[in-house]
């Protein structure tokens, strides 16, 4: 089933290795899941600290590894970035970052993630997937 989600993805550390500036090796199945998911309707968004050249070295190592991004460091292709009256926040549905709270799941992880919507809830020191958990029917109207 195709759709219009929108990910956000970083460069550096997550699709791969961190070595900025120059450009690391490729994180393992990094361009085979970012394949799938485009292959599937999703619109990534490269979402990275790179600019100038260094930027677009970026663009074109993805690019020779088969990935063309909907946009780049903006949330459409062609967006003109207003500081003065824009958020600089982009608009995408999931961001994907290898220094999200709980660090880097790899690849694997992140399309099953996706792919089951899995979202997660703090428990103590414990960070669960509560939509794996089971949920407790209301009782009454409004608890």
Not at 37 to 64: N, P, S
């Amino acid at each position: 089933m195709l759709n219009n989600k929108k990910i956000a993805v970083d460069f550096d550390g997550t699709i791969v290795d961190d070595a900025y500036p120059a450009i690391g090796k490729p994180k393992t199945f990094a361009f085979e899941t970012l394949k799938r998911l485009q292959a599937e309707g999703y619109r990534l968004i490269l979402w990275t600290y790179r600019h100038g050249k260094t930027l677009d070295e970026a663009v074109e190592f993805c690019q020779k590894n088969g990935i063309e991004f909907y946009a780049v460091n903006s949330s459409f292709e062609g967006e003109v970035f207003d500081h003065e009256t824009q958020s600089r926040k982009l608009d995408a549905d999931w961001f994907i970052d290898d220094r999200n709270l709980g660090g880097f799941p790899g690849w694997g992880e992140i399309y099953n993630i996706i792919q089951e919507r899995i979202e997660f809830r703090v428990e103590g020191k414990e960070v669960l997937a509560y939509s794996k958990l089971k949920k407790e029917k209301k009782k009454g109207l409004f608890w």
